[in-house]
């Protein structure tokens, strides 16, 4: 289970794992799930129109993750933010839907960035994931403090001077470059789950945003790892065990939360 072509499963997912348990901590954080959503789903038109032109399905993803985030960010400006990720989220779409019925020998390929094909990272495949994801990583280290100002306290961040238009950019470029690496491992459509899961369990498991980050990043390994090997002994789709643990450890962050509020005693400091 460690050698030859697991051993690039397990970094591979690793990876995926840490940046999408910081990106997504920021995205519930700062209310920006639905763009969680829309940016893999919607990158799915790069990888698709990169294929039929030949060439890396991991470029065409960054691009159009890269141009999917712009779309959010510009449209924001004019309409709210739900209806700005929804244009930009269908135009997207139909983009991949014409790409797709251009090509006839697609298919494979398009199942595999869907649903994610975790067994199958190659050599040549691990070094861009953790390329990008070492990039995504060190912007969230440059912007934390700022970022963490605006999420958290946006009124206190624009009275500081801190642009929200322009974090929200900052950010939603950050999800993008993050979005690019993580869908070839866990696909467009399940890697939702490990990006919102994860850190909605955390941030129910303790209101500390550090603690909660931390928290976010362990539970989202624990999911990626766990899922590997249930997928490896089961053949079942590693999208399956990873949706189904991420809504297992957001309810035992709903009733621990329960249970803290209304059970146990309150000890004030």
Known sequence: ?????????????????????????????????????????????????ASLLGFNAIAGLAVF????????????????????????????????????????????????LLFGEVFGVSSAEVAPIAGIGAVSIALIIVMFRPLMLSSALPEVAAARGLSPQR?????????????AMTVPVTGALLMFSLMIGPPAAARSFTPNPAVALALSVGIALITVWLGIVLSYHTNWPLGFFVGITGAVFFLLGKAFKIIRTNVLPYHPS
């Open 65 to 112: 993750s890269v141009a999917g985030a712009l779309g959010i960010a510009g449209l924001s400006r004019r309409a709210r933010h739900d209806v700005a990720t929804a244009l930009t989220f269908v135009l997207m779409l139909g983009l991949g839907a014409l790409f797709v019925s251009w090509s006839t020998e697609y298919a494979q390929q398009a199942y595999s």
């Open 167 to 179: 974090m929200e950019v900052a950010f939603l470029l950050v999800m993008a470059l993050a979005t």
């Open 1 to 49: 289970m460690f050698t030859g072509l697991m051993l690039n499963t397990w970094i591979a997912a690793t990876a995926v794992a840490v940046i999408a348990g910081v990106t997504g901590f920021f995205a519930v954080l700062r209310g920006s799930t639905f763009a969680a959503h829309a940016i893999p789903n919607g990158a799915f038109a790069g990888a698709a129109g």
